[in-house]
């Protein structure tokens, strides 16, 4: 079928961007030298990388939903819970996000009917323990 070959080659490109995307960042991030030797090794690091993303992804899915459904928020999908996130890995990894977004549609609000948003709140950890100390 044409309209499927189309949509895994677009997936393949996707996939392909992602990985050169992170072999670029690990080599920036090792001062210019690649953490790989081979392209063996480097195929390791991102599966090790990924899979670790994908559970992380699973993880913070499962522990919102639980909060959700024991709290029973999020029933309204013009009135989604507020999760306020912040991190470079929340905002800049290109494999930990995409992959939450998935959990979040197909479990949270697919097959549990909930929904949540993500807001960016800058500092909020820092912001938060000041006020705390302030307070106490």
């Known amino acids: 079928d044409f309209e499927k070959a189309a949509v895994i080659r677009d997936k ?3 996939i392909k961007e992602k990985y050169e995307a992170a072999k670029k960042a690990w ?8 953490l790989a ?4 090794d480097t195929d390791t690091i991102y599966d090790i990388v990924d899979a ?3 559970r992380a992804a699973r993880m913070v899915c499962v522990n919102l939903g639980a909060i959700m459904v024991h709290t029973g928020t999020g029933k309204d999908a013009a009135r989604p819970v507020c999760v306020s996130a912040e991190g470079t890995t929340f905002y800049k990894s290109v494999l930990f996000r995409p992959k939450l977004d ?8 697919e097959k549990l009917g909930i ?5 960016k709140a800058e500092d909020a950890t820092l912001i938060g323990s000041a006020v705390a100390g302030l307070l106490n």
Do not use: I, Q
């Open 12 to 14: 393949e490109k996707e």
């Open 102 to 109: 998935r959990y979040v549609k197909e479990y949270l609000n």
């Open 27 to 34: 080599t920036e991030k090792s001062g210019g030298e690649s």
């Open 37 to 40: 030797v081979t392209k063996e």
């Open 52 to 54: 670790s993303f994908e």
């Open 115 to 119: 929904y949540c948003e993500f807001v």
